[in-house]
T-cell receptor
Framework: SQQGEEDPQALSIQEGENATMNCSYK?????LQWYRQNSGRGLVHLIL?????REKHSGRLRVTLDTSKKSSSLLITASRAADTASYFC??????????????FGTGTRLKVLA | SAVISQKPSRDICQRGTSLTIQCQVD?????MFWYRQQPGQSLTLIAT?????????ESGFVIDKFPISRPNLTFSTLTVSNMSPEDSSIYLC??????????FGPGTRLTVL
């Protein structure tokens, strides 16, 4: 099952513009992570934001988290062609065995046009 | 951050055979997971690899089809048994410390003929 739904499913923008993608999830979380995946390759970890944090920055990336709405957003500023990739959010879900597992959202395919 | 390697990176297999994928982490980690990703799709969790005990499988995945081992804190294997073309996919290993960043291996691209 997928914990997160992301929108839009696909996004096409011009180089230099900002890109915003959203993730909604269903249950309470300890943290949420964002990943990038270039075509046919492994996932690159971008940012982890904890449930007691509201905003986090890393370079041109800005992540927000609203636990009351069970949603998060990833903003990429001044986009570049190299940002073209799929972006996924992943949320932790506690298990009955006392640990957790990460469930991934549906993903957003970003295309940045030069 | 943890560096994760997977072997093989890709393979083409015949129907009915089995393939074992290895996942090696360069540091001790608490959690290790195995995922499957169909082309153009998101990641689906197969199971949590538990150190020294049986893996915890997600709905739709069973031990007979996807046996998993995790003999220590840095290594795990996933076997895809009695393969069919429907098993063609990318298989990914991830690892991390409890409630911290989870990192991914480069994946194993499997094609079953």
């Amino acid at each position: 099952s997928q914990q997160g739904e992301e929108d839009p499913q696909a996004l096409s923008i011009q180089e230099g513009e900002n890109a915003t993608m959203n993730c909604s999830y269903k249950t309470s979380i300890n943290n949420l992570q964002w990943y990038r995946q270039n075509s046919g390759r492994g996932l690159v970890h971008l940012i982890l934001i904890r449930s007691n944090e509201r905003e986090k920055h890393s370079g041109r990336l800005r992540v927000t988290l609203d636990t009351s709405k069970k949603s998060s957003s990833l903003l990429i500023t001044a986009s570049r062609a190299a940002d073209t990739a799929s972006y996924f959010c992943a949320t932790d879900e506690d298990t009955t065995s006392g640990t957790y597992k990460y469930i991934f959202g549906t993903g957003t395919r970003l295309k940045v046009l030069a | 951050s943890a560096v994760i390697s997977q072997k093989p990176s890709r393979d083409i297999c015949q129907r009915g055979t089995s393939l074992t994928i290895q996942c090696q982490v360069d540091s001790q980690v608490t959690m290790m997971f195995w995922y499957r990703q169909q082309p153009g799709q998101s990641l689906t969790l197969i199971a949590t690899a538990n150190q020294g005990s049986e893996a915890t499988y997600e709905s739709g995945f069973v031990i007979d089809k996807f046996p998993i081992s995790r003999p220590n804190l840095t290594f795990s294997t996933l076997t895809v048994s009695n393969m069919s073309p429907e098993d063609s996919s990318i298989y990914l290993c991830s690892a991390g410390l409890l409630y911290n960043e989870q990192f991914f291996g480069p994946g194993t691209r499997l094609t079953v003929l």
